[in-house]
């Protein structure tokens, strides 16, 4: 299933996402430009799991950190993290405010990559190289958008693009489109553990979306102003 929009309307311009979207392009450009960025900037599990965090230090393991949630592997996984960002953060945009939303967008992803490397330190047990492997995407965050979007909008519908046997689009429930998709994400990431093979970083998927969730339970239970609309002055001069 691949989401295509849903029914709720921006009371404003998503400017965060917007900005998101345009920089995520930007940097997967840039990887293709400069093919040694991802092996030196990319985030590993090592830099917070082993004594690789006392050679790189806290500093440049965030900056890692931040920096590949806009790196990515390839057209699809690009393409298939800006469409969910742009069907559903302009939404949670809307709803925290613009600056809420970035700080929002960027500690999802950092819970998402610590969830991440729990799960690859666990991955040990099987492959010894599991904390090396860089890991890049804004899988995470985006997650996290997906979990404070099913608190804040749980009655909305998404139009959707349905691929079995036939292809059609049909208006799925939201609440329906992301626990399915979050079930999945369960399940993938119960067989990584497991040892199933995959470049999927699942855990991550499942860590980002719990903080989102766990934030728009917050955001939810606190009443909400709208924002004003905006004044129109009177300019006419008196004669």
Same mark, same amino acid.
């Given at each position: 299933?691949?989401?295509?929009?849903?029914?709720?309307?921006?009371?404003?311009?998503?400017?965060?996402?917007?900005?998101?979207?345009?920089?995520?392009?930007?940097?997967?450009?840039?990887?293709?430009?400069?093919?040694?960025?991802?092996?030196?900037?990319?985030?590993?599990? @090592?830099?917070?799991?082993?004594?690789?965090?006392?050679?790189?230090?806290?500093?440049?393991?965030?900056?890692?950190?931040?920096?590949?949630?806009?790196? &990515?592997?390839?057209?699809?996984?690009?393409?298939?993290?800006?469409?969910?960002?742009?069907?559903?953060?302009?939404?949670?945009?809307?709803?925290?405010?613009?600056?809420?939303?970035?700080?929002?967008?960027?500690?999802?992803?950092?819970?998402?990559?610590?969830?991440?490397?729990?799960?690859?330190?666990?991955?040990?047990?099987?492959?010894? &190289?599991?904390?090396?492997?860089?890991?890049?995407?804004?899988?995470?965050?985006?997650?996290?958008?997906?979990? @404070?979007?099913?608190?804040?909008?749980? &009655?909305?519908?998404?139009?959707?693009?349905?691929?079995?046997?036939?292809?059609?689009?049909?208006?799925?429930?939201?609440?329906?489109?992301?626990?399915?998709?979050?079930?999945?994400?369960?399940?993938?990431?119960?067989?990584?553990?497991?040892? @199933?093979?995959?470049?999927?970083?699942?855990?991550? &998927?499942?860590?980002?979306?719990?903080?989102?969730?766990?934030?728009?339970?917050?955001?939810?239970?606190?009443?909400?102003?709208?924002?004003?609309?905006p004044r129109i002055m009177d300019l006419r001069m008196d004669d």
């Open positions: 299933m691949i989401p295509l929009s849903d029914n709720i309307a921006s009371r404003r311009v998503p400017y965060v996402t917007i900005s998101l979207l345009i920089a995520c392009i930007a940097v997967f450009i840039y990887e293709y430009l400069a093919p040694g960025f991802v092996q030196q900037f990319a985030f590993r599990p @090592a830099y917070v799991l082993s004594t690789d965090l006392f050679r790189v230090g806290p500093g440049m393991a965030l900056q890692t950190m931040i920096l590949s949630m806009f790196m &990515h592997g390839g057209l699809m996984h690009i393409g298939s993290n800006m469409l969910f960002l742009w069907v559903f953060g302009d939404n949670v945009e809307d709803r925290l405010g613009h600056f809420r939303f970035l700080v929002f967008y960027l500690v999802c992803g950092i819970v998402a990559t610590l969830a991440h490397s729990l799960s690859a330190g666990f991955g040990l047990l099987y492959d010894p &190289h599991s904390l090396d492997r860089a890991i890049v995407g804004a899988s995470g965050a985006v997650a996290g958008v997906l979990g @404070a979007y099913l608190v804040l909008f749980p &009655h909305s519908s998404v139009r959707t693009l349905v691929i079995f046997f036939i292809i059609t689009v049909i208006n799925v429930p939201a609440i329906f489109f992301i626990v399915l998709w979050f079930i999945s994400q369960l399940f993938s990431g119960a067989g990584s553990l497991a040892g @199933a093979p995959g470049g999927v970083a699942y855990w991550a &998927h499942i860590g980002g979306f719990v903080i989102g969730f766990v934030w728009g339970k917050m955001v939810a239970s606190k009443p909400f102003r709208r924002p004003p609309p």
